[in-house]
């Protein structure tokens, strides 16, 4: 099937557009000539957006390691009194 749409095509025949979305994968809308946009499934954005992480995905990898995690106690800089 088609995969590449002028924007007036795209605009009169959104339906189909949305359909081959759905059935063959991304669809490409150009305008002038050049492509412009992409059509494509919630399935298909969401295998490639990237995923959030939480500040608990960060530390997974330090899970189980017996870390020093004890203070020097010197002075960071001159202390004048």
């Known amino acids: 099937m088609k995969n590449?749409?002028?924007l007036q095509e795209a605009k009169?025949?959104?339906s189909l557009v949305v359909d081959n979305a759905l059935s063959d994968g991304p669809q490409?809308?150009?305008r002038h000539g050049e492509p412009t946009?992409?059509?494509i499934s919630v399935?298909?954005?969401q295998k490639i957006r990237p995923r959030k992480k939480s500040i608990l995905d960060l530390f997974a990898p330090?899970?189980?390691l017996e870390l020093k995690l004890d203070r020097d106690?010197?002075?960071?800089r001159d202390v004048r009194l």
């Open 4 to 6: 590449v749409w002028q």
């Open 12 to 14: 009169n025949q959104f």
């Open 28 to 30: 490409t809308v150009t």
């Open 37 to 39: 946009v992409m059509v």
């Open 43 to 45: 399935a298909d954005f």
């Open 62 to 64: 330090l899970q189980g």
């Open 73 to 76: 106690g010197s002075p960071t």
